[in-house]
């Protein structure tokens, strides 16, 4: 079978949403295990990832100095999924408190677009609330899949397009300002040519491009895009194998940008 016959496709289709907050300890305390490297394939016609690191149920942790917010990809099962080793990373790098939390919302292939937008409402309420409740908190957001495309959204608003739903807009200037970084690991609305475009091929276009009026150009000190040759959702290929191994190749270079973001913005 073909991968392109498991890609979303722009017609309207349809899908949930909601949220947990996990504490981590400071580095000195923190573990230093990474959650196992992805395995992958295909499981009734859809793209399935191997989980990350389980997500816990919401508490009432205290607020941290850093918390980072995880959308997990297609069809992976609810918390963080394979983008959590990259937020365990992250959680080891810094001797500053650090939280994490998790966009519950359906990643869905089926009913693709309407399960992005309820990825999108859902991290938008996290965020709102998370600020309301711990205003002095900065932000990381990582998403892998349909997850850059919920984390990309936060920023720049989402639907329109060829999506074939609603366009909404991004977060407020005051929250956005909160956001110190974002990690995107094949991103399907990717624009090829931006200066955040890393990967074996910074040229790709994804299968929905982000319209002019969605563009992530005003937060590109803050982004990286990973996307690689060959993948079918962020760079319109044929090679799915492409589109699975993100986080073993590019977690170590994804830490070290969010850290130095982080150390930049006075947190170690």
Do not use: W
Not at 93 to 102: G, H, K, L, Y
Not at 208 to 231: H, M, N, V, W
């Amino acid at each position: 079978m073909s991968p392109h016959s498991d890609l979303p496709r722009p017609a309207g289709q349809l899908a949930g949403s909601s949220s947990h907050r996990t504490f981590s300890r400071p580095r000195r305390a923190a573990s230093r295990a990474v959650a196992a490297a992805a395995a992958a394939g295909l499981c009734c016609g859809a793209l399935v990832l191997a989980a990350g690191p389980a997500g816990a149920t919401a508490s009432s942790a205290s607020c941290t100095t850093v918390h980072v917010i995880a959308a997990r990809a297609s069809t992976e099962a609810p918390g963080d999924g394979v983008i959590g080793s990259l937020v365990t990373l992250i959680q080891g790098d810094v001797s500053a408190t650090v939280s994490q939390e998790a966009v519950v919302y359906p990643a869905t292939l089926q009913n693709y677009a309407s399960s992005v937008a309820k990825g999108d409402s859902a991290i938008a309420s996290e965020l709102a609330t998370d600020v309301q409740n711990c205003p002095a908190e900065q932000f990381v957001l990582v998403g892998y899949s349909q997850g850059a495309q919920v984390v990309g959204d936060a920023l720049g608003g989402g639907g329109g397009g060829n999506l074939g739903t609603p366009a909404t807009p991004g977060v407020s200037a005051a929250i956005a300002a909160k956001i110190i970084a974002v990690i995107q690991m094949g991103d399907p609305r990717r624009i090829p040519g931006l200066s955040f475009d890393v990967g074996s091929d910074p040229g790709a276009t994804g299968l929905f491009p982000r319209p002019a009026s969605e563009s992530l150009a005003a937060f590109a000190s803050k982004i990286q895009s990973y996307c690689d040759t060959g993948d079918p959702f962020c760079a319109g290929g044929a090679n799915l194998s492409a589109h699975l191994d993100y986080t073993q190749k590019y977690n170590s270079a994804a830490s070290s940008f969010v850290t130095a973001r982080l150390n930049a913005a006075g947190i170690h």
